[in-house]
């Protein structure tokens, strides 16, 4: 069974701080995995990684795949307030399975 | 603001009546997927059109069916509605719908079943 799995599912830290998410899968036909924030309602784009070892960077937020590994994971530094929120990890596959597949997401609280 | 629109925002039903969500793609996006975002399961894919022809399905119950017309736009018809429906349904879109592409995600609609 196609499986992501997101690490931790929350974590709480000061304004500040810098914070590593991490993201494992286990898919078949494994073509890319996304990264997407999610507060109130709409999970907002990230970052598409396809290839191993090069990182995604936006800002304080960057991104990284190992496929060798299956695991990526998304940093932030400096975090800020508005960085709070649902961090989702996302799999795409080719095959046919042109839905993605989630993890369960981790819930980021920035304290001032 | 992604692009996508969904309407409606929020939705109260009973138990075994029948509702549709709608959807509106980025413009020039062709393909259109549906998820379901329960507290217990997540995000779970649902179904995928592509130019008006079901190209993927994902974890969608009978119950459940969709369509896209010729406009793109795309219809989420949920019957026979149990408790265990409530959630919020998102709509995504994509160009063309293969697995490089970036969805792009709709505001959603939250549905609550009494």
């Known amino acids: 069974e196609d499986k992501v799995v997101q690490s931790p599912l929350s974590l709480v830290v000061h304004e500040g701080d810098t914070v590593t998410l991490n993201c494992s899968y286990e898919?078949?036909?494994?073509?890319?995995l996304l990264w997407y924030k999610q507060e109130k309602k709409a999970p907002t784009f990230l970052f598409m990684l396809t290839s191993s070892g090069i990182e995604k960077k936006s800002g304080r937020l960057s991104s990284i795949l190992d496929k060798k590994e299956l695991f990526s994971i998304l940093n932030i530094t400096a975090t800020q307030t508005g960085d709070s929120a649902v961090y989702l990890c996302?799999?795409?596959?080719?095959?046919?399975?042109?839905?993605?597949?989630f993890g369960k997401g981790t819930h980021l609280i920035i304290q001032p | 603001d992604s692009g996508v629109t969904q309407t409606p925002k929020h939705l109260i039903t009973a138990t075994g009546q029948r509702v549709t969500l709608r959807c509106s793609p980025r413009?020039?996006?062709?393909?259109v997927y549906w998820y379901q975002q329960s507290l217990d399961q997540g995000l779970q894919f649902l179904i995928q059109?592509?130019?008006?022809?079901?190209?993927a399905k994902g974890n969608i119950l009978e119950r459940f069916s969709a369509q896209q017309f010729p406009d793109l736009h795309s219809e989420l018809n949920l019957s026979s509605l149990e408790l265990g429906d409530s959630a919020l349904y998102f709509c995504?879109?994509?160009?063309?719908?293969?697995?490089?592409?970036?969805?792009?995600f709709g505001p959603g609609t939250r549905l609550l079943v009494l």
């Open positions: 898919v078949t036909n494994f073509r890319s």
């Open positions: 059109y592509y130019n008006g022809e079901e190209r």
């Open positions: 996302a799999v795409s596959q080719g095959g046919g399975a042109d839905g993605l597949t």
């Open positions: 995504a879109s994509s160009v063309a719908g293969g697995p490089l592409e970036t969805q792009y």
């Open positions: 413009s020039g996006d062709l393909s």
